[in-house]
T-cell receptor
């Protein structure tokens, strides 16, 4: 079974721009969660999507948004980028039910200059 | 608010020695997850602990969960260099938000020859 894939792997953007990151979950997994990882704040939950609906949302400003498509693929968007948005963005997919074990993708490294 | 605390945050070990990483969390949860992260890489799932008293072992690593004490331990036996990585514990926000995981700050383990 193929793992979670994320594109692009690396991205450099300028302050004020917007960015869209993509995540394809493991086949059969309908839940996709997004996390931000920074040296200062660690791993922080952004949001979770299940069946094209946002189920949970972390404590991030409205500049951070996401969506999920009918094939469970998910995108997250960050508008009006700030320097502090530089981070590793990880998505994780899980099969809803059972252990709820999350499988993480390789991440997208975003650098904002 | 759920808080997840790990200690130590940094651990330098000699090969062949034993040590334990601790993970405390502040609210009731009957499940806890351990992950490993190598530098510049994503998170790899190590253990899923789903009930009080759960114990799982894989190679030189053994994890346990005490839900009454709100404590999990990751024990390393006869450390080898390949175990050098950062280890995270994670707890779901609550039983209704299983995919909103709160992570500890991580324990950076270095195993020296």
């Amino acid at each position: 079974k193929a793992g979670v894939t994320q594109t692009p792997r690396y991205l450099i953007k300028t302050r004020g721009q917007q960015v869209t990151l993509s995540c394809s979950p493991i086949s059969g997994h309908r839940s996709v969660s997004w996390y931000q990882q920074t040296p200062g704040q660690g791993l922080q939950f952004l949001f979770e999507y299940f069946s094209e609906t946002q189920r949970n949302k972390g404590n991030f400003p409205g500049r951070f948004s996401g969506r999920q498509f009918s094939n469970s693929r998910s995108e997250m968007n960050v508008s009006t980028l700030e320097l502090g948005d530089s981070a590793l963005y990880l998505c994780a997919s899980s099969f809803v039910g059972g252990s709820y074990e999350q499988y993480f993708g390789p991440g997208t490294r975003l650098t904002v200059t | 608010e759920l808080k997840v605390e790990q200690n130590p945050l940094f651990l330098s070990m000699q090969e062949g020695k034993n040590y334990t990483i601790y993970c405390n969390y502040s609210t009731t949860s009957d499940r806890l997850y351990w992950y490993r992260q190598d530098p510049g890489k994503s998170l790899e799932s190590l253990f899923v602990l789903l009930s009080n008293g759960a114990v799982k072992q894989e190679g030189r690593l053994m994890a346990s969960l005490d839900t009454k004490a709100r404590l999990s331990t990751l024990h390393i036996t006869a450390a080898v260099h390949d175990l050098s990585a950062t280890y995270f514990c994670a707890v779901p926000l609550d039983r209704y938000n299983n995919n909103d995981m709160r992570f500890g700050a991580g324990t950076r383990l270095t195993v020296k020859p």
